[in-house]
Nanobody
Framework: QVQVVESGGGLVQAGGSLRLSCAAS????????MDWYRQAPGKQRELVAS???????QYADSVKGRFTISRDVAKNTVYLQVNNLTPEDTAVYYC?????????????WGQGTQVTVSS
């Protein structure tokens, strides 16, 4: 059963924009954070942006001022608006959903969406 699905990636020229979406299944409840990570070829996966159930946001220094994370609680969906893209932003972007269950924190990952920025 697919529970987290990303979309919106693609090929864009440097300076361009994309809007990534991540939809979590309605069966995932008690979500306390939804995050975007990315992984470039040969590099470790890194946290790009995070938003809590209360709406607090955090960003990696490399994307501050260019990326904006937002969330539609009713739809269990998180978005990542990515602007002024550079080739260094090329990566697979993954959504991570965190929720509380049975006294512990559980993670759900999507399959990723490819973002390729050409110079």
């Amino acid at each position: 059963q697919v529970q987290v699905v990303e979309s919106g990636g693609g090929l864009v020229q440097a300076g361009g924009s994309l809007r990534l979406s991540c939809a979590a299944s309605r069966t995932i409840v008690n979500i306390y954070a939804m995050d975007w990570y990315r992984q470039a070829p040969g590099k470790q996966r890194e946290l790009v942006a995070s938003i809590t159930s209360g709406g607090s946001t955090q960003y990696a220094d490399s994307v501050k001022g260019r990326f904006t994370i937002s969330r539609d609680v009713a739809k269990n969906t998180v978005y990542l608006q990515v602007n002024n893209l550079t080739p260094e932003d090329t990566a697979v972007y993954y959504c991570n959903v965190k929720r509380f269950a049975l006294g512990t924190s559980l993670d759900y990952w999507g399959q990723g969406t490819q973002v390729t920025v050409s110079s």
